[in-house]
C-alpha cells in the first residue's frame, strides 16, 4: 500500500470540501463544482489503493 498516496488523496479531499464551501460561501457554483471534482478524484484514488491492497492480500494468501 502506498502511503503516500492515500495521504495525497485525502489531502485532495481536504482541499475540495474547502474549495467548495468556499464556492458555496460566494455564491460561486463553478467553485463548488471544481471542489466536488476534487472530492470524486480523491475517493476515486482510494478506492484504487482499497483494490491494490485486496490484490496484495489476495496473492500473500496464495
Given at each position: 500500500?502506498?502511503?503516500?498516496?492515500?495521504?495525497?488523496?485525502?489531502?485532495?479531499?481536504?482541499?475540495?470540501?474547502?474549495?467548495?464551501?468556499w464556492g458555496d460561501l460566494t455564491d460561486d457554483p463553478k467553485l463548488e463544482l471544481e471542489g466536488k471534482a476534487k472530492q470524486v478524484e480523491a475517493s476515486a484514488e482510494h478506492k484504487k489503493e482499497d483494490?491494490?491492497?485486496?490484490?496484495?492480500?489476495?496473492?500473500?494468501?496464495?
Open positions: 500500500m502506498g502511503i503516500d498516496k492515500r495521504v495525497e488523496a485525502t489531502a485532495k479531499d481536504v482541499q475540495g470540501k474547502a474549495q467548495e464551501a483494490l491494490k491492497d485486496q490484490a496484495h492480500r489476495t496473492i500473500d494468501n496464495v
